[in-house]
């Protein structure tokens, strides 16, 4: 086995590969940015070398920095996580000419599979079922009508050149594509430089299934079976599983078949996934495209399987055979991951940036039925910074079934505790509760679908309100003893009074006792009892109530204190009955009307100012698009207006609530 490998990645996927090559003894260098200097990746690795500025063009792009990195430190190898490098022909070749082993596929084999029409034709030729469509480059809007008509409406237009959601329109009529059309062509020009497209078939009821496969330089291959990742929002994926409710035994070893034919193909010798979009309707599936690369949802795989990805990519670039059978493989429970992102659900899932103040993943193990994995690479105290990818760590379960790995899910997601910035527990929470992706009757649209508006929180129901109530009077109850407040004519330990408990506006007179680690309450005609071992300053509040294991979290926010379970995220206040009635009749304040102006929602670039001095806009129409986060994104006007000032051009950086542009 190697002695010493360098990783050129950062964040959660370089821990997770330190990870492993601690347990199998090998030693690890880490590179990293200005951003990075202090992160926990630098911490744990054994060796560490600055590379460059924070912009990972400077940085983790910069393959002449890696290899001097790797000079330096006398690595063997190097691991390019995913993303930066990860599917570089050139880097690949670099390494091979410079004796570096690559920990992942040959240069022939990311080069075959980097561009989505060579591939597709590679995989026809191989065997592989592909989407049907126009298997060449299209050269004006002209033909890409045509060709659109003789594949039959809906169709997708798509960049050769595409990656991460980039560059994909579905047209379903002359007039979609022709604005789709050019709209690819500009968005493949600026994000990939190549503007080269194709347009295939849009497959009905869509759902991503793909097939993870693992081969070695000795000709072997075999696949770990399938991961759904349905659940995507702007085209990126946000909760994965293992295996798919859709598929049957035989749909998946065809399609895993196929994928090892493919992989065969181009002497795959790494870990690698093939995508396939699969019809709800009749499961037929087709050919996407092949990630030469880990992938970012391999634990769900390696939770259901029991192999570890990573130390199957270091054997098999050190030469090792395949040690696994495709007979041995058996699929082993459930299993389902969260990507929990620095985002703001309630905005347009708009990243969201700052410092960590309080970062408290769930414990690692046993939970209820099932059991967590966490895969982070921050700590309380860093800062989530505008250069980088805003996934900031992904919470894995796995249960005997699929209902026990998502009831493990939801219920580590309840302890899942971060303050400082957005993130979008709130809205992945509520997605594992939800009736329809309970079902597994899931497709690509889930969220347009279910979520047509925008994600608002979710009302909690009189089992969740009773969680919530009890452990906010509770911990009330608990303070307000300790502040030597209870002093009600109580016998023995027990503290009794009526209080209210206000819910986001809405008020709950509660009757309430305080024992020692339980408490006994009235709420309307139910009466409940809770036992918790809580006390002062946790911000995570577990307990059972009437027997039933709940966990609630308390967020301290600037306008007072929120408490949260599942998707439920509410402002949360006790008081006396006589307060409360005040309360009621404050008249609501109103809102400063902010509609006049366009405020930058987060610090990032301008990349674009698509108004004029003058001009009428209507409300929901672009002004300007940001880019933080790698993410561009589209600000539009809340209201009909006519631009009054514009005080930011493209190419300017501008600060978290700067006014960019002003209506009259
Ligand atoms: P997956 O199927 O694993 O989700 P993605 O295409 O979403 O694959 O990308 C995997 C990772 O690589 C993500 O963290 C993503 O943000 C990052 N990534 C994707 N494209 C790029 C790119 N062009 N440059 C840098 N990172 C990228
Ligand atoms: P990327 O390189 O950005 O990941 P993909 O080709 O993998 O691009 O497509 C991204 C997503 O778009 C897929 O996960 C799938 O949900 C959807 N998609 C792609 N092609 C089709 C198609 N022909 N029909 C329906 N959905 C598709
Ligand atoms: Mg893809």
């Known amino acids: 086995?190697?002695?010493?490998?360098?990783?050129?990645?950062?964040?959660?996927?370089?821990?997770?590969?330190?990870?492993?090559?601690?347990?199998?003894?090998?030693?690890?260098?880490?590179?990293?940015?200005?951003?990075?200097?202090?992160?926990?990746?630098?911490?744990?690795?054994?060796?560490?070398?600055?590379?460059?500025a924070s912009a990972a063009s400077e940085s983790y792009l910069d393959a002449d920095k890696i290899i001097d990195a790797v000079r330096q430190t006398g690595a063997q190898a190097v691991h390019p996580g995913f993303g930066f490098l990860s599917e570089n022909p050139e880097f690949a070749r670099r390494l091979e000419k410079e004796k570096i082993a690559f920990i992942g596929p040959n240069a022939h084999a990311i080069e075959a599979m980097g561009d989505k029409i060579s591939s597709k034709k590679l995989a026809a030729e191989a065997g592989v079922s592909t989407v049907p469509g126009h298997m060449g480059l299209i050269d004006d809007t002209a033909q890409a009508i045509k060709i659109s008509a003789e594949i039959g409406y809906p169709v997708m237009i798509k960049a050769s050149a595409g990656g991460g959601g980039k560059g994909i329109r579905v047209a379903y009529s002359d007039a979609d594509v022709e604005d789709g059309y050019r709209a690819v062509k500009a968005e493949a020009q600026n994000a990939f430089g190549d503007d080269r497209i194709f347009i295939e078939k849009f497959i009905l009821e869509p759902r991503h299934i793909e097939i993870q496969v693992m081969g070695d330089k000795h000709g072997n291959c075999v696949y770990l079976f399938e991961r759904e990742c349905s659940i995507q929002r702007r085209n990126q994926k946000v909760i994965e599983e293992a295996p798919s409710p859709l598929l049957d035994a035989q749909t998946r070893k065809k399609m895993g078949e196929q994928a090892v034919a493919l992989s065969k193909a181009v002497n795959y010798d790494s870990a690698g996934t093939v995508e396939f979009v699969v019809s709800g309707k009749d499961k037929g599936f087709y050919f996407l495209e092949m990630n030469t690369r880990l992938q970012v949802e391999h634990p769900v795989t390696e939770m259901i399987t029991g192999v570890d990805l990573v130390e199957q990519m270091l054997r098999s670039a050190y030469?090792?055979?395949?040690?696994?059978?495709?007979?041995?493989?058996?699929?082993?429970?459930?299993?389902?991951?969260?990507?929990?992102?620095?985002?703001?659900?309630?905005?347009?899932?708009?990243?969201?940036?700052g410092r960590l103040k309080r970062f408290y993943p769930p414990l690692e193990g046993k939970l209820g039925a099932g059991t967590v994995r966490m895969d982070s690479g921050v700590r309380e105290g860093d800062e989530i910074s505008m250069f980088y990818d805003p996934m900031i760590a992904k919470l894995v379960t796995h249960g005997k079934d699929r209902d026990t790995a998502l009831d493990t899910q939801a219920a580590a997601l309840d302890r899942f505790h971060i303050e400082g910035i957005q993130d979008n527990i709130p809205f992945v929470a509520a997605v594992m509760d939800e009736a329809r992706f309970r079902s597994g009757n899931i497709t690509t649209a889930y969220i347009k679908d279910e979520f047509p508006d925008g994600f608002s929180g979710v009302e909690a129901t009189t089992a969740q309100e009773a969680y919530l109530v009890s452990a906010a009077l509770y911990a009330h109850a608990l303070r307000a003893r300790r502040a030597g407040e209870a002093q009600a004519g109580n016998a023995g330990d027990w503290f009794q009074t009526d209080w209210v408990v206000i819910l986001g506006g809405k008020q709950y007179p509660v009757y309430f006792e305080l024992g020692?680690?339980?408490?006994?309450?009235?709420?309307?005609?139910?009466?409940?009892?809770?036992?918790?071992?809580?006390?002062?300053?946790?911000?995570?509040?577990?307990?059972?109530?009437?027997?039933?294991?709940?966990?609630?979290?308390?967020?301290?926010?600037?306008?007072?204190?929120?408490?949260?379970?599942?998707?439920?995220?509410?402002?949360?206040?006790?008081?006396?009955?006589?307060?409360?009635?005040?309360?009621?009749?404050?008249?609501?304040?109103?809102?400063?009307?902010?509609?006049?102006?366009?405020?930058?929602?987060?610090?990032?670039?301008?990349?674009?100012?698509?108004?004029?001095?003058?001009?009428?806009?209507?409300?929901?129409?672009?002004?300007?698009?940001?880019?933080?986060?790698?993410?561009?994104?589209?600000?539009?006007?809340?209201?009909?207006?006519?631009?009054?000032?514009?005080n930011v051009d493209a190419g300017s950086p501008v600060a978290a609530d700067e006014i960019m542009v002003e209506f009259e």
């Not at 744990?44 to 600055?50: N, P, W, Y």
């Not at 395949?322 to 929990?340: H, M, N, P, T, Y």
């Open 319 to 353: 030469g090792e055979k395949l040690s696994i059978k495709q007979d041995d493989l058996k699929i082993k429970g459930w299993a389902i991951e969260s990507r929990v992102y620095a985002e703001d659900p309630y905005r347009n899932f708009l990243p969201s940036i």
């Open 516 to 646: 020692k680690g339980e408490a006994f309450l009235k709420l309307g005609k139910s009466k409940h009892t809770l036992v918790t071992a809580w006390v002062p300053g946790n911000n995570l509040f577990e307990g059972t109530l009437d027997g039933a294991a709940f966990a609630v979290s308390f967020h301290q926010k600037k306008n007072g204190l929120h408490i949260r379970h599942r998707g439920v995220a509410k402002p949360v206040t006790v008081c006396s009955p006589r307060l409360a009635e005040l309360y009621a009749r404050l008249p609501e304040k109103e809102a400063a009307d902010m509609s006049k102006l366009i405020i930058s929602p987060m610090p990032g670039l301008v990349v674009s100012m698509d108004v004029a001095l003058g001009q009428e806009v209507k409300a929901g129409e672009g002004v300007c698009v940001v880019e933080a986060m790698k993410m561009q994104n589209i600000i539009r006007a809340e209201a009909d207006g006519k631009v009054k000032t514009i």
């Open 1 to 52: 086995m190697f002695e010493k490998i360098l990783i050129a990645n950062r964040g959660e996927i370089a821990v997770r590969v330190i990870k492993t090559c601690r347990r199998l003894g090998v030693k690890t260098v880490i590179v990293y940015s200005d951003a990075d200097a202090a992160s926990m990746a630098v911490e744990m690795a054994d060796e560490a070398v600055h590379i460059g």
